[in-house]
């Protein structure tokens, strides 16, 4: 028995954590985010939808009530660049800040992004080829991929190489690159900020960031209201910096399970199906919107309300639908496997699954087909094997069967008839 004197009881035993706060803080997947990028990426198909249907708004063409909210996609764009900073910087903080090697960090990222990306490219090139090309632009061909395509790595390597010489040497050159600051590069930094907050100490976690976040968009949308449409559209640099409280106050709110309903609700079946395809849905639906637009309905519905609806039945099934096929091709397998050799050896496998009962060795299939079938007779029944006598028995004489015997005790009565 334990000396209470040496090992006394605690005044107060620990609560135990609640399992919202473990799936926000532990090492896997923070519950809630799946359903944020599912619901950004549906809202920027609306917007790309809405955009089809009054091709001139706010300008000549004025959209209903209902739907004129659909116009600002670009919120939810800054979602996802916010969200990308928040992932990118969740693991990171949970280690405090320490990398083991920052070039294992970046491949693992590059094979999460580039894959899918890349395909979703091809598959925008392949539709503006043989489809249907971006209305107004020139149909691209093979000369002008090869030109753009070097001319975008040369413009590229030469930033990246002129930075890496000259910056530091060069204190305008500098100073510029430290102190300039784009909506989208805030909006990066603000999710990195809220990754932070998730993994601090529980006093700041512990904050009503839900409510910040709810005063920070109250504050943008007035914003918008008192400047109009018009307004919001040309000037989406001061919008995003407008937004971009409100959008990293509500993911930290969100990683710390508060308000539990919203958490609820972002981690149901639907929001978290979308969420699993978010990313390819954010890449490749715009080519199956401009081709189904301008090259099936356009013409046949009316613009407005009419060509929205009628958009909105063909292409949210059709987008969703090829972005889950998408990924599982080119997004999910990077996801679940992280290098060239697991991915290889996953698919080997797989395909060993897949393969035919024929394919197997002949040797094989002959023995397991001799077990199954055995010997058959000429009409193809199977035969069965003779019973051996034992060779006393085929030499005993026949003889006459004897005088009934009675049953012992504890034998069955024989029946009438029977010896």
Request: hydrophobic content about 50%.
């Amino acid at each position: 028995m334990t000396d209470i004197r040496e090992h006394p009881p605690p005044a107060t035993a620990p609560a135990a954590p609640e399992p919202h706060a473990l799936a926000a803080t532990g090492p896997g997947r923070v519950v809630g985010l799946d359903g944020i990028r599912g619901l950004a990426a549906l809202f920027v198909v609306l917007n790309h939808i809405f955009e089809r249907a009054w091709p001139e708004y706010p300008g000549a063409n004025h959209a209903p009530f209902w739907a004129a909210w659909l116009i600002y996609g670009r919120g939810a764009v800054a979602m996802f660049i916010a969200l990308s900073g928040f992932s990118l910087g969740l693991g990171p903080a949970r280690s405090g800040w320490q990398f083991k090697s920052i070039v294992t960090y970046a491949h693992r990222r590059a094979w999460r992004i580039l894959p899918p990306y890349w395909a979703a490219l091809g598959f925008s090139l392949v539709m503006t080829w043989y489809l249907l090309a971006q209305p107004h632009l020139p149909v691209p061909n093979g000369k002008s991929v090869v030109v753009y395509g070097r001319a975008m790595v040369g413009l590229v390597a030469a930033i990246v190489v002129t930075i890496g010489v000259l910056g530091p040497h060069v204190a305008l050159m500098n100073t510029a690159l430290v102190k300039f600051t784009p909506d989208l590069a805030v909006l990066f930094a603000v999710g990195l900020l809220a990754s932070g907050i998730v993994t601090a100490g529980e006093r700041t976690r512990s904050r009503p960031w839900a409510g910040y976040a709810l005063a920070a968009a109250v504050l943008a949308i007035v914003l918008m209201v008192v400047r109009g449409s018009v307004w919001s559209n040309l000037n989406l640099f001061w919008l995003d910096l407008a937004w971009a409280p409100a959008i990293g106050c509500f993911l930290t709110a969100v990683a710390t399970s508060r308000p539990r309903f919203v958490v609820r609700f972002l981690n149901s079946r639907m929001p978290r199906s979308l969420g699993s395809c978010s990313y390819s849905l954010y890449l490749t639906h715009e080519p199956i919107v401009i081709a189904v637009s301008y090259g099936l309905v356009r013409g046949r519905v009316t613009s407005g309300t009419p060509m929205f609806f009628v958009l909105v039945a063909i292409l949210l099934p059709i987008t969703v639908c090829f972005a889950r096929m998408f990924a599982a091709v080119f997004e999910l397998p990077f996801q679940r496997h992280r290098g060239w050799i697991p991915l290889r050896q996953a698919m080997a496998a797989r395909l060993r699954q897949l393969r035919p009962e024929e394919s197997a060795p002949v040797a094989v299939r002959w023995r397991s087909a001799s077990r199954a079938s055995g010997p058959r007779s000429q009409a193809g029944e199977r035969c069965r094997p003779a019973r051996l006598q034992p060779a006393a028995d085929s030499a005993r004489p026949a003889s006459r069967p004897g005088p009934p015997v009675p049953p012992g005790p504890g034998d069955s009565a024989m029946r009438p008839g029977s010896y």
